[in-house]
């Protein structure tokens, strides 16, 4: 009921599934949140992690942080403990201060490594990129800059594979994407596979992380789940185990709360819930804007988006969907792009859709 996305329904398992093993005493989880100072060259990482601790209380474990630079070359190192005692997960924070750093962004999509080591032998690390973003005013800012967001909206699809994703060709799409001057990907309308992401923040393409939420079968008004508070934790987990699981990405700005799901005051609490794990990112919601940090709408013509900046509006607009190119399509999409740098309350879209959703027929 929850996930009633339009695209191929095809059965079977199309995500990894790996099995892996831990210490007893181990490091759980860990967020790295990226900080600039005003002048957007030095940065910092707030660092929490967390200690799956259930079966060794009262026993202390160290933690270490160690940042390299593109060159594998140590740029700072940060000593922690962590004594538990009667709890079963215990969260360490640390600032690792970073210096003068190479920011990440669309354009300059520079990557340093976190590597985090136990003492109990344990270590595990990621990708970082130093980049803010924020609301100012009617605009986007990432590292103090204004951005105007140009985009598509992307299924996962092969023709051959169906749902499952190579790399050959998730690296296709994000070459065509930069080639065609696409600076932003919304994952419509779920969350996608691990793997997309690490190579948005590599190549250098700002993201629109999407929950797996999208119940228009349903209604969206008087029928909505969203109105109903007995579907009020499903919805609410399918944004916290996104952000969850995505944290640490540069190349997402944007959380998105779902699509086509209503109105409801569900997505309240959603928005709560996503913000007490993550504040550092914008929250996009299309459906009711209220619940998020930039109004949205979907296939505005261009007289309903010059209108926009004269209602005298406190928030960006962002067309979520627009110039849908399944077919004989995408006009005027020249004069969208004009309007956008024209207005600086408008900050951009993203085309329907990326690539067409067939699967390629074989005969005989």
């Known amino acids: 009921f929850l996930e009633d996305q339009d695209f191929w329904r095809l059965s079977g398992i199309y995500r990894d599934v790996i099995l892996y093993a831990q210490p007893k005493l181990a490091i759980r989880d860990f967020f790295a949140v990226p900080r600039l100072d005003k002048a957007y060259t030095s940065g910092w990482l707030d660092l929490a992690v967390s200690v ?27 000593d922690g403990s962590s004594l538990v005692r009667r709890y079963s997960v215990s969260k360490l924070n640390l600032v690792l201060d970073a210096g003068k750093v190479n920011t990440w962004s669309a354009e300059t999509p520079y990557l340093y490594t976190l590597v985090l080591a136990s003492s109990e032998g344990e270590s595990t690390s990621c990708k970082i990129g130093f980049r803010t973003v924020e609301v100012s005013g009617l605009e986007v800012l990432v590292n103090g800059r204004p951005v105007e967001f140009l985009g598509a909206n992307r299924h996962e699809t092969d023709p051959d594979r169906g749902r499952v994703m190579t790399e050959e060709m998730m690296v296709k799409d994000i070459k065509i994407m930069k080639q065609n001057n696409f600076n932003i990907v919304r994952t419509a309308h779920y969350p996608d596979t691990p793997r997309w992401y690490e190579l948005c923040d590599e190549y250098g393409i700002y993201v629109m992380d999407e929950a797996n939420l999208e119940s228009h079968g349903m209604g969206l008004e008087d029928g909505s789940l969203s109105r109903l508070p007995q579907w009020r934790n499903a919805q609410i987990d399918r944004g916290v185990r996104m952000v969850q699981r995505d944290k640490n990405h540069p190349s997402i700005i944007f959380w998105s709360m779902g699509n086509e799901a209503g109105d409801g005051e569900n997505f309240r609490y959603q928005r709560e819930a996503m913000l007490a794990i993550d504040s550092s990112r914008i929250i996009h919601y299309q459906g009711n804007s209220q619940w998020a940090d930039v109004n949205s709408g979907m296939y505005w013509d261009l007289n309903g988006l010059r209108g926009y900046p004269t209602w005298n509006p406190t928030k960006p607009f962002f067309l979520c969907e627009f110039s849908h190119s ?7 999409l020249k004069e969208y792009v004009e309007l956008f740098r024209k207005e600086k309350a408008l900050i951009g879209g993203f085309i329907w859709d990326f690539v067409d959703q067939g699967i390629r027929a074989r005969y005989g």
């Open 52 to 78: 799956n601790n259930s079966t060794e209380n009262n026993k202390e474990v160290n933690i270490k942080a160690d940042l390299y630079d593109a060159d594998n070359k140590l740029v700072k190192a940060v």
């Open 326 to 332: 399944m077919g004989n399509a995408l006009g005027n």
